[in-house]
């Protein structure tokens, strides 16, 4: 019986690896046979899941937003700039290029969009990691008793992989996690699918029997793009009216647990 927890692509490697020994010892063996074989072992896989969590990382996982609301609030003083807090809101879960890009069209910053989101990623590792960012309440429970079930879970953020690493291990919240995705792994941010998506597919569960918990409108449009369902979790940055259209809308995790989840994921498929 195949372990759970392999990852499909270790599944084809082993597969692809082992084609020049299997050849020798049987002539008859063809790679292409096979190949289906495994795929159908990796679908089944998929199906033996009945619950995969993916968690957005800023304001979900971890409280950044006051912090990043405040460096936003210096870096844009530079240019003589006061940023609306709605701006900022509606700019939750999208990638430094995209936010990058209507700062300076809303202000006419005279800063190439992709200079300026290069200069924000530098500053923004330096400030992050200067100033004090807590994990949600309730959160480390709530990730060991999925752990201890051995429910996979992933990471789906707008942020880049360099920033996501600073978060997750200064927080030790990697060790919860078996698949990150971030704005450097996707052509398209949320609220397309694609973030999502691609965190299912490393984990190996099949996008109806995810649950994505996420605190922004961008959040609920991608995961309803990717057909999963999405918790809303609010935060001192937005509001339930803000993640409206998730399935569940909660502002502690002790307010969900796994019988909670595997709830959800039933009554989004029906």
Not at 124 to 153: A, C, F, G, N, W
Not at 246 to 252: R, Y
Request: a negative charge; aromatic letters at 8%.
């Amino acid at each position: 019986m195949f372990n759970k927890n392999i990852a499909s692509n270790d599944l084809r490697f082993i597969c692809i690896d082992s084609t020049p020994l299997l050849t020798r010892l049987y002539p008859n063996f063809s790679f292409h046979s096979t190949a289906r074989a495994v795929n159908l072992i990796i679908k089944s896989m998929r199906e033996a899941h009945d619950l995969g969590v993916i968690f957005d990382m800023d304001g979900t996982l971890v409280d950044t937003l006051p912090v990043n609301y405040k460096f936003w609030q210096e870096y844009l003083a530079e240019f003589g700039i006061k940023p609306d807090r709605n701006l900022f809101i509606s700019m939750l879960g999208k990638p430094i290029q995209v936010t990058s890009k209507v700062f300076k069209e809303t202000f006419n910053i005279d800063t190439h969009p992709l200079e300026m989101a290069a200069a924000i990623n530098t500053k923004r590792l330096v400030y992050y990691s200067t100033h004090d960012l807590v994990i949600s309440p309730h959160l480390i429970p709530l990730l060991k008793s999925l752990q201890e079930h051995k429910v996979p879970m992933a990471v789906g953020t707008g942020s880049t992989h360099q920033l996501s690493q600073l978060l997750l291990n200064h927080n030790q919240l990697s060790q919860y996690f078996s698949a990150v995705v971030t704005s450097d792994d996707v052509s398209n941010d949320k609220p397309a699918p694609d973030t999502f998506e691609l965190a299912a597919k490393k984990l190996g569960v099949s996008a109806k029997k995810c649950v994505v918990v996420g605190d922004s409108a961008n959040d609920v449009g991608a995961a309803h793009a990717a057909n999963m369902a999405i918790i809303g979790y609010v935060n001192n940055f937005n509001s339930a009216q803000t993640i409206a259209g998730a399935e569940k809308i909660i502002s502690d995790y002790n307010q969900i647990d796994i019988a909670g989840l595997r709830q959800i994921v039933a009554q989004h498929a029906d």
